[in-house]
């Protein structure tokens, strides 16, 4: 095989349109490209020309000997891909950008937020002449979590932000930094000044377990921690106690085994990173031996990718698989074969008495112990049954123990917030919209000029690539409304909107909110 992908898809979808003898899949005009965690290189139809590795942001497709010892299981992983799913007979069509006409009225869009989504919906917008676009965030440093929730050692995945920094750079693009959108700017002051707001917030907020407990100093959210140690404003000021011999992570999704591989992985191997220097120091001193990580349903049903468990079975750490796996046989799903394949190779491992992660499943907490702070956690063993609305849920039916522990990060995923001025969803936690238009409530009217992208828009589902296409489908709506005539003219320009912003946030210097960036390893930062 000459070339393999080695990590999950970035969406941008160039190496699918630069290889010329069809051979990367899915392609983004198949029905799978949305859900699947990577694109593969089918083995017996590349040519081995390069096209793709010169194509891909992100660097993520390697040739085959070049592969580490560690990402040598993506061989097979990309042959099995083939092999299961063939034929794949469709060229890529590349999806075109949406149309704008600009030729007797210039469109001028805020976005509201910097991550990923907000990138790519600025990117889709600027190909087209006549189309300005700022940027809002309130922190210092722009591209939310593709800077703030990605661990430090995924050096290939945070180059993400080499591609933000070239769409940042083109004509027409501006931003400002520490700016608040509800608190210094408001929603009707955009209205009154850009022809369309485009919302790309997120989801700031970690669902919560609901649990006796939870608000003891010593359970912390999974996500916070990962912010804690990538350096984000908010969190520079928390202290975690490290000086427990055990950790339980709740939940076992990507950001959970980022964790564990964080706290038991040699802090040596960090030091060139961008981690944060105090993260840094305090996992030099962290007397963590195990992490253990809980998962409420079965193997099948780990929530964690498989490039991400490729990369945590490359390192130096015991892997502890407890309870029994389902054989593997016909008919499964190419995903769930290989995530199967994958804790299998667990049971061939040496186990030589190094840091562990333990992976238990049918598990979940029942009560965070503790009088001050944690202590310890009660759970209890589950079973799956099939509820009234069809969906199999996972039901606690006998209690199975407690374990000690003084740290216990929760991993359950996140959940969108409500901002001022704007119509909220509380059940989804997203702002309600349809294909973007945002709605004066789910099922109601559109508001014209208002538009959601990413996690507020569809939930907190995907990876940073379905922000790509999630943004397309945004502003193929903005444009097809400006065009249409439908995006009331704003009252004000861009200067008289620039005087505003400085009378509620005089500290910002001349001429910009942030004037000058400087490049960290991987990111641009406030200076």
């Not at 699918?16 to 699947?36: G, K, M, Q, R, W």
């Not at 079975?313 to 593997?328: F, K, S, T, W, Y």
């Given at each position: 095989?000459?070339?393999?992908?080695?990590?999950?898809?970035?969406?941008?979808?160039?190496?699918?349109?630069?290889?010329?003898?069809?051979?990367?899949?899915?392609?983004?005009?198949?029905?799978?490209?949305?859900?699947?965690?990577?694109?593969?290189?089918?083995?017996?139809?590349?040519?081995?020309?390069?096209?793709?590795?010169?194509?891909?942001?992100?660097?993520?497709?390697?040739?085959?000997?070049?592969?580490?010892?560690?990402?040598?299981?993506?061989?097979q992983i990309n042959a099995d891909f083939y092999r299961q799913i063939r034929p794949r007979p469709l060229m890529a069509r590349p999806v075109p950008a949406a149309r704008i006409h600009t030729e007797d009225m210039s469109l001028r869009v805020a976005i509201v937020g910097s991550g990923p989504a907000a990138m790519y919906a600025?990117?889709?917008?600027?190909?087209?002449?006549?189309?300005?676009?700022?940027?809002?965030?309130?922190?210092?440093?722009?591209?939310?979590?593709?800077?703030?929730?990605?661990?430090?050692?995924?050096?290939?995945?945070?180059?993400?932000?080499?591609?933000?920094?070239?769409?940042?750079?083109?004509?027409?693009?501006?931003?400002?930094?520490?700016?608040?959108?509800?608190?210094?700017?408001?929603?009707?002051?955009?209205?009154?000044?850009?022809?369309?707001?485009?919302?790309?917030?997120?989801?700031?907020?970690?669902?919560?377990?609901?649990?006796?407990?939870?608000?003891?100093?010593?359970?912390?959210?999974?996500?916070?921690?990962?912010?804690?140690?990538?350096?984000?404003?908010?969190?520079?000021?928390?202290?975690?106690?490290?000086?427990?011999?055990?950790?339980?992570?709740?939940?076992?999704?990507?950001?959970?085994?980022?964790?564990?591989?964080?706290?038991?992985?040699?802090?040596?191997?960090?030091?060139?990173?961008?981690?944060?220097?105090?993260?840094?120091?305090?996992?030099?001193?962290?007397?963590?031996?195990?992490?253990?990580?809980?998962?409420?349903?079965?193997?099948?049903?780990?929530?964690?990718?498989?490039?991400?468990?490729?990369?945590?079975?490359?390192?130096?750490?015991?892997?502890?698989?407890?309870?029994?796996?389902?054989?593997?046989?016909?008919?499964?799903?190419?995903?769930?074969?290989?995530?199967?394949?994958?804790?299998?190779?667990?049971?061939?491992?040496?186990?030589?008495?190094?840091?562990?992660?333990?992976?238990?499943?049918?598990?979940?907490?029942?009560?965070?112990?503790?009088?001050?702070?944690?202590?310890?956690?009660?759970?209890?063993?589950?079973?799956?049954?099939?509820?009234?609305?069809?969906?199999?849920?996972?039901?606690?039916?006998?209690?199975?123990?407690?374990?000690?522990?003084?740290?216990?990060?929760?991993?359950?995923?996140?959940?969108?917030?409500?901002?001022?001025?704007?119509?909220?969803?509380?059940?989804?936690?997203?702002?309600?919209?349809?294909?973007?238009?945002?709605?004066?409530?789910?099922?109601?009217?559109?508001?014209?000029?208002?538009?959601?992208?990413?996690?507020?828009?569809?939930?907190?589902?995907?990876?940073?690539?379905?922000?790509?296409?999630?943004?397309?489908?945004?502003?193929?709506?903005?444009?097809?409304?400006?065009?249409?005539?439908?995006?009331?003219?704003?009252v004000g320009g861009a200067a008289d909107f620039d005087r505003l912003v400085r009378s509620r946030r005089p500290e910002l210097r001349a001429g910009g909110a942030v004037t000058r960036l400087r490049r960290t390893r991987h990111f641009l930062t406030h200076t």
């Amino acid at each position: 095989m000459p070339y393999v992908v080695t990590q999950p898809c970035c969406g941008d979808a160039s190496c699918v349109y630069s290889c010329p003898v069809n051979c990367i899949h899915p392609t983004p005009d198949e029905p799978d490209f949305l859900t699947a965690e990577m694109v593969y290189v089918d083995p017996e139809a590349c040519v081995d020309c390069g096209a793709c590795v010169t194509a891909c942001p992100v660097d993520a497709i390697v040739p085959a000997t070049k592969l580490t010892e560690e990402q040598k299981p993506f061989i097979q992983i990309n042959a099995d891909f083939y092999r299961q799913i063939r034929p794949r007979p469709l060229m890529a069509r590349p999806v075109p950008a949406a149309r704008i006409h600009t030729e007797d009225m210039s469109l001028r869009v805020a976005i509201v937020g910097s991550g990923p989504a907000a990138m790519y919906a600025a990117d889709e917008l600027l190909t087209q002449p006549g189309v300005s676009v700022t940027v809002f965030d309130r922190l210092p440093t722009p591209y939310g979590l593709a800077r703030y929730g990605v661990a430090p050692d995924h050096v290939k995945t945070r180059e993400v932000g080499a591609l933000f920094d070239v769409i940042s750079a083109q004509p027409g693009f501006g931003w400002y930094l520490n700016v608040e959108i509800g608190t210094h700017i408001s929603h009707s002051d955009l209205l009154g000044h850009f022809h369309a707001v485009i919302y790309a917030v997120g989801a700031a907020a970690d669902r919560k377990l609901g649990i006796p407990g939870e608000e003891l100093p010593g359970a912390v959210s999974a996500t916070d921690f990962v912010a804690w140690y990538n350096g984000h404003p908010d969190y520079t000021d928390q202290v975690l106690d490290l000086s427990g011999s055990r950790a339980v992570i709740i939940g076992n999704g990507n950001v959970a085994v980022d964790v564990a591989r964080i706290l038991t992985g040699d802090p040596t191997d960090l030091a060139d990173t961008d981690i944060a220097p105090y993260a840094l120091r305090a996992l030099r001193s962290s007397r963590i031996e195990e992490v253990v990580v809980l998962g409420r349903r079965g193997p099948l049903e780990s929530a964690f990718t498989i490039p991400e468990f490729v990369d945590l079975l490359g390192g130096d750490v015991d892997i502890v698989l407890e309870g029994e796996l389902p054989e593997l046989g016909p008919g499964l799903p190419f995903h769930l074969e290989q995530k199967l394949r994958l804790l299998h190779s667990i049971r061939t491992r040496p186990v030589r008495g190094r840091k562990r992660i333990v992976f238990r499943y049918s598990t979940v907490p029942t009560r965070i112990v503790g009088d001050d702070r944690v202590t310890g956690l009660d759970v209890a063993r589950t079973e799956l049954y099939s509820a009234p609305d069809g969906q199999v849920r996972a039901v606690a039916v006998e209690e199975s123990g407690r374990l000690t522990t003084g740290l216990v990060l929760t991993s359950v995923g996140y959940r969108g917030v409500a901002l001022p001025g704007l119509p909220f969803d509380e059940h989804a936690a997203v702002i309600p919209n349809r294909e973007g238009r945002v709605l004066e409530r789910s099922g109601g009217e559109v508001l014209a000029g208002v538009y959601a992208v990413g996690w507020i828009k569809r939930g907190a589902s995907g990876f940073i690539g379905t922000n790509k296409s999630c943004a397309q489908e945004t502003v193929r709506q903005l444009a097809e409304d400006f065009n249409g005539g439908r995006l009331p003219e704003p009252v004000g320009g861009a200067a008289d909107f620039d005087r505003l912003v400085r009378s509620r946030r005089p500290e910002l210097r001349a001429g910009g909110a942030v004037t000058r960036l400087r490049r960290t390893r991987h990111f641009l930062t406030h200076t």
